[in-house]
């Protein structure tokens, strides 16, 4: 295989060390705002509020977000979205240190600070091809990597670092993650240029944003990579949403259990995003795809028909992996056959998709507990993610993709590679 014995260049380096410490933060603050926020009211629907806002800027702006990112400077973006939520996360610090912590605020914070996640992370997704000159095999190399850091560090380290720093008092964990926003800001300057992608024919913002969702729309491989992350987390909400309740009532564990099967499944997700590539040269990465899609649907089904915790656990990270897996496959076809000129609008199309089918998966699998029993969203779930495998298997198939590499770039050789 040609592009194995490529290293993947210096920058990416500095790139990864600035999405890992980045994603420190974000961990230490998913985990401290909730926190905050229950220091000042015990009202669910206000706490529901906070959690809400961090998911809004997506589904308002997550495709003019991408025709913005396009027009601009890719590495520029990235590092001013750092430092503008660096200087916003002093704000609430500064109201907790002199005791004026409010609800508002901190509903106001949670947003501003997923509008900055979503321009860079929109631009991260679009600068990378560029920076591994649209290798295939080095963009799912770097998706393996990327994706695993941050898994571990918003995931397991984050975390319990923002629950242990809040002791020291409510301003401390906010003023981490903002020296986290700062660090990977300065390494983000530091990363190489690359030439910016301006259109010939300048048009409007609405224009550019509808011509980046049409593209994904017409093009059925891209359609399927959207459909797969959008019916999925329709899936894996309805089961988070009743997955607590599910662990207590079925299971028999209480909160120290429950923390451990969310760990086994973050530890899956880990695994699979280390042998995804290995798994996309096996298969080839269309039925790599396909065959994660089984996986995860299997593995729910098979945690609605246990009631012991170990198999529980077992049947979480199963799931995790194929997860993980198709997290660093999907997004690294993406990157390599799309036009870097649509990379950003295209890229947040299919995060506005996932994001957009999130509350409805949270609402059915609410709605099936109560008409029904707990194990139901879970049958739901599983037979849903099987159903999107199978509509979607020719959508993705290997010969699809293939073609898909080859338009893309006739005469890379990783292009042959990534299928084989």
């Not at 609800?103 to 990378?128: E, H, K, N």
Request: proline share 5%.
């Amino acid at each position: 295989m040609t592009s194995t014995v490529r290293k993947s260049p210096t920058g990416f380096g500095r790139l990864w060390t600035a999405q890992t410490v980045s994603s420190l933060g974000d961990g230490v603050s998913h985990a401290a705002l909730p926190l905050l926020a229950l220091t000042l009211t015990r009202d669910p629907m206000a706490l529901a509020v906070v959690t809400a806002a961090g998911t809004l800027p997506w589904l308002l702006f997550g495709v003019l977000g991408g025709a913005l990112v396009d027009r601009w400077d890719r590495r520029r973006t990235m590092w001013v979205a750092d430092a503008a939520r660096a200087a916003l996360l002093a704000i609430p610090a500064a109201a907790a240190a002199f005791d004026v912590l409010s609800i508002p605020l901190l509903t106001a914070v949670a947003f501003l600070l997923s509008l900055g996640g979503l321009f860079f992370d929109t631009a991260a997704t679009a600068y990378l091809p560029d920076l591994l000159g649209r290798d295939p095999a080095l963009l799912e190399r770097a998706n393996s990597r990327l994706r695993g850091a941050q898994t571990a560090m918003s995931g397991f380290a984050g975390p319990p670092a923002g629950s242990a720093l809040l002791a020291f008092g409510r301003a401390v964990p906010l003023l981490a993650d903002a020296v986290s926003f700062v660090v990977s800001a300065l390494l983000v300057r530091t990363l190489p240029a690359m030439p910016r992608h301006v259109p010939e024919i300048r048009e409007s913002l609405l224009r550019q944003a509808r011509a980046g969702a049409s593209y994904v729309f017409r093009d059925r491989l891209l359609l399927g990579l959207a459909l797969r992350p959008a019916v999925g987390n329709v899936a894996f909400l309805a089961v988070e949403t009743v997955l607590a309740l599910f662990a207590h009532d079925r299971l028999g564990i209480g909160t120290y259990g429950f923390g451990l099967l969310l760990t086994a499944e973050a530890t899956g997700g880990l695994l699979g995003a280390g042998i995804a590539s290995a798994l996309g040269r096996r298969l080839g990465t269309g039925t790599a795809l396909t065959t994660t899609a089984a996986v995860e649907g299997l593995a729910i089904l098979g945690l609605a028909t246990t009631s012991n915790p170990y198999l529980a656990g077992l049947a979480l990270a199963v799931c995790g992996a194929g997860m993980g897996a198709t997290m660093v496959l999907g997004p690294s076809l993406r990157q390599a056959i799309v036009p870097a000129d649509l990379m950003g609008r295209v890229a947040s199309t299919s995060r506005m998709l996932a994001m957009c089918a999130a509350p409805a998966g949270a609402f059915l699998g609410g709605w099936l507990a109560t008409a029904y029993d707990i194990r139901t969203p879970l049958y739901a779930a599983g037979g849903l993610l099987l159903t999107m495998t199978a509509v979607t298997a020719s959508m993705t198939g290997n010969r699809r993709v293939e073609a898909a590499l080859r338009a893309a770039a006739p005469d890379h050789p990783a292009a042959k590679d990534l299928v084989q």
